[in-house]
């Protein structure tokens, strides 16, 4: 028997069934071994020798003990996990795993394969090779030094910055580029300009026209910059009459873009698809395992030459022959690593123009389209420009169109851009020199300049991969490790930074300026390909690293959180202590300033839940405010303040601040009543107060129970609720606003997610039958974490597979690992333990 190493369960299945009865293909469910948790995992004292021990949950354990028999039993090893570094690692750490169990065959092989189908698997199996060790080493260096950096930095965090929980090499520098964005945000100031936008027609078609000369000047962008100016302009152009002086014709051509990689396709699928790069990979790793595409984790844009020519006869029976180039096209990448020399992403057929369901499908067409554009023609356009003057000559309109003359690869897809500039792209009438056409009005229309945007997922992607900084199998994990840890958060699909986000990268760019600097991480995964080509030595670089970054970390340790507080606060004493309107010192204490007190300076202090501005007469003073409102007059944290009276009970409310924020109190002692100020009220006032002290409004009577509907702020913030279901609304404000029909909705829903009469749970997947048992699989939330059911029989999922990609082959192997277990057994409960009766007390002794 020969045995088969593969990585998924799934990729195990379709290989064997190509292979035959002589080969058992067995999964490793990725990487069998990993650094325990303890510190000493990497030891640079000890040549940077590393220990590695096999996943300790039960399921990864059988897997290795399965694959250690079965070893035992094989002729030969054959290790076909995927083609890229971290495949090489899976295969170097199962050879590893089975030397160290002495369960190694005679004969041990490698093969790769960019794509599971039957002729590319066969084929590989043809071609065997060792292990390539320069890759592994790449993944060693890698690994080592992203555990050195994380593993050394992170306890210097946790003592001497409150509230930060991790760094990476990678994240670290990531979230600067998403803080940079930010600053650069706010430092950007407006300018004002006004364009003058001419509605015009001819020959019954209506185009614009936009003035670029007025009074013998070309106009740029800022040229108008007032609104005086501006109808001074519009004035003139509405009273001068205007000729066609120039029609100018130009043919344009339009390319098309190279198969995906791993890079351009969680791009692309961001902006077509709304896909997060985590999901986008998820999709594309079952794409691949299904036989669809070809290897997902790529740099390389060129496709294999069978492929091309697949390609090429599938555009010929598609379309006519003015959609295939006489030649194909060949791309070239500019990639430095070892995974330039893989394809593109492609579908495995040209023959599948769909293919799969849901998020994949959608991904497939995505790919299929992409691949077929790329060896079709070219795209033809004509691009008109008509330039329309007065008598005089001193005022000059000018009207834009494209037309596409011929679509070429348009015809199958387009690439698009995450800020497309706007392009005058509508057709216009056909027009002549000395031709007058009507002007019908006039618009002078004001804008704003406008600071550079946040970064969506795709835009973030794209820095990335410029600056050089990680590889794009990685850029998923990254991302996510940012969300995960309340350093970035989405809104709008765009990335803001979280004052713990900027707070870190501010200490980072203080004292580990250089590595967190773009161009030395970026120069890191230069090296690093180095070593994968086998031109430099992995210890080497880890030594180059640690002679100075261990240094620079004990440093920092030594220093006390007041010092590293006093750094930061004159760091960031720009952006904590902007300039002020009325032109006090941007220091100042508002409270001391009222109440009289002097050296009332404010300045950034460590607390044990974060950072914030307090003031130096602490405590006297109790002035504070949070550390993301530079500027603020203490919003929160500030001293006790009366805002009015009630207009009913005449009670006075005050704001207060408390353990878990600010806060409205009315009355004094048992009888007081309070309500927490909530984050999304702007201009919190005394009849907002009022209000939140109102609470909670009765909406009304349900029409169905009789019991009342309330709405109000309750533990997981605001919502509706009748008979204790509660129905989660948008935010505070909508408590006052919402009516019966959306609140008995929005509690009819929550009736159908949980409640007395228990509604089932929609499930999260849903296969076909099981095999042996017959009822439909389907993978349901519950209770305890997600499981897989037949109807009869219920099988828990591991905590490593996240429920939305468990396969129809997990589901069965699950169930059927259940099934063999036997029914579960019932616990009997222990009976309870029986009171001692109390000891009698002893006769008291007769004198």
């Known amino acids: 028997m020969q045995l088969v190493i593969v990585e998924s369960p799934a990729k195990a299945k379709t290989i064997e069934n190509y ?102 698997v066969t084929e590989a199996m043809g071609k065997p090779r060792g292990i390539d060790m320069d890759l592994v080493d790449a993944y060693l260096g890698r690994r080592a030094l992203d555990r050195l950096f994380g593993f050394t930095l992170s306890p210097v965090l946790w003592r001497k910055l409150p509230g930060a929980k991790s760094a990476g ?136 030459g069978s492929a091309i020519s697949s390609c090429r006869k599938a555009i010929s029976d598609r379309f006519d022959g003015h959609y295939l180039p006489e030649k194909p096209r060949h791309y070239s990448s500019k990639a430095k690593n070892a995974q330039e020399a893989h394809e593109a992403i492609r579908p495995t057929s040209f023959l599948k123009a769909k293919a799969s369901m849901g998020d994949e499908a959608k991904l497939y067409d995505l790919i299929f389209k992409r691949a077929m554009a790329s060896q079709m023609q070219s795209a033809s356009l004509e691009r008109t420009t008509v330039t329309m003057r007065d ?122 300026a250089q590595y967190v600097a773009y161009d030395y991480t970026a120069g890191l995964e230069d090296e690093l390909d180095v070593v994968s080509d086998g031109k430099a030595e992995y210890k080497a670089l880890l030594a180059k690293f640690w002679k100075d970054f261990k240094p620079k970390t004990d440093e920092v340790m030594e220093k006390q959180p007041s010092e590293v507080t006093e750094v930061l606060d004159e760091y960031l004493s720009d952006f904590l202590f902007p300039e002020r309107e009325d032109g006090k010192d941007a220091r100042f204490c508002p409270l001391c300033d ?11 202090r460590g607390g044990r839940f974060g950072a914030f501005v307090a003031c130096a007469n602490y405590p006297e003073c109790k002035f504070t405010r949070r550390f993301a409102q530079p500027g603020a007059d203490g919003d929160e944290g500030t001293q006790d303040q009366v805002m009015g009276n009630h207009p009913e009970t005449d009670l006075p409310i005050e704001r207060k601040s408390g353990r878990f924020g600010p806060y409205v109190q009315m009355g004094e002692g048992k009888d007081a009543k309070r309500a927490s100020i909530p984050k999304d009220l702007d201009d919190f006032d005394l009849e907002w107060a009022v209000k939140l002290l109102d609470l909670p409004r009765i909406v009304g009577e349900h029409p169905d129970t009789g019991k009342e509907i309330e709405a109000g702020l309750w533990r997981y913030g605001p919502a509706v609720r009748s008979d204790g279901k509660y129905g989660k609304l948008q935010n505070t404000a909508e408590i006052f606003e919402i009516g019966m029909n959306r609140a008995v909705a929005l509690i009819a829903e929550a009736a159908n997610r949980k409640g007395g009469t228990r509604a089932k ?67 009997k409960k222990k009976p309870a333990a029986k009171k001692k009766a109390p000891a009698k007390k002893k006769a008291a002794a007769k004198k």
């Open 761 to 827: 749970a929609e499930p999260i997947q849903t296969f076909k039958e099981h095999p042996t048992s017959g009822g439909e699989m389907k993978v349901l939330p519950g209770r305890y974490g997600p499981y897989v059911t037949d109807g009869t029989n219920n099988a828990t999922i591991p905590k490593d597979i996240k429920p939305e990609d468990v396969t129809e082959e997990q589901a069965i192997q699950l169930l059927d690992e259940r099934i063999a277990k036997g029914p579960p057994k019932k616990r």
């Open 594 to 604: 009222k109440e009289g007190r002097e050296g009332g300076r404010l300045a950034l």
């Open 169 to 304: 090499r990678v994240q670290s520098v990531a979230l600067r580029i998403i803080v940079d964005r930010e600053r650069e945000i706010e430092a950007f100031k407006a300018d004002e300009y006004w364009s003058i936008l001419a509605k015009m027609e001819h020959d019954g078609t209506a185009f614009d026209a936009r003035l670029v000369k007025y009074d013998g000047k070309k106009l740029d962008k800022l040229t108008i910059g007032n609104e005086g100016s501006a109808l001074e302009a519009k004035a003139k152009i509405e009273n001068a009459p205007f000729k066609v002086e120039e029609v100018e014709t130009k043919p344009q051509k339009r390319h098309p873009s190279p198969p995906f990689t791993t890079s351009t396709l969680q791009q692309e699928a961001a902006r077509k698809l709304g896909y997060n790069a985590s999901h986008t990979m998820r999709c594309a790793q079952k794409l691949y395992e299904a036989g669809l595409i070809t290897y997902m984790r790529t740099d390389g844009v060129q496709m294999d």
């Open 19 to 120: 292979l035959g009865k002589d080969f058992k293909v067995l999964a490793s469910y990725g990487h069998v071994r990993d650094f325990p948790k303890k510190d000493d995992a990497v030891r640079p004292d000890d040549d940077f020798a590393m220990s590695w021990e096999v996943y300790q949950d039960k399921r990864n354990k059988d897997q290795v003990k399965a694959i250690v028999d079965a070893s035992k039993k094989s002729t030969r090893l054959v290790l076909a996990t995927d083609p890229d570094r971290e495949g090489e690692a899976i295969s170097w750490h199962v050879l590893e795993l089975l030397k160290k169990r002495k369960a190694l065959p005679e004969d041990v092989d490698r093969v790769t394969f960019n794509a599971i189908t039957k002729t590319a």
């Open 391 to 512: 008598p005089a000559g001193l005022h000059e309109l000018r009207a834009t169109g494209q037309v596409v003359k011929f679509p070429g690869f348009l015809a199958v897809y387009e690439e698009s851009f995450d800020d497309k500039k706007d392009e005058d792209s509508g057709l216009l009438p056909v027009m002549n020199k000395g031709d007058a056409p009507a002007k019908k009005a006039v618009e002078a229309n004001q804008h704003f300049t406008q600071p550079p945007p946040r970064y969506s997922e795709a835009s973030l992607v794209k820095r990335l991969e410029e600056l050089g900084i990680g590889r794009p199998s990685t850029y998923a994990s990254t991302i996510q490790v940012l969300r995960d840890r309340d350093y970035v958060r989405m809104e709008k699909n765009r990335f803001f930074a979280e004052e713990s986000g900027r707070l870190l990268t501010s200490f980072l760019e203080r004292f580990f």
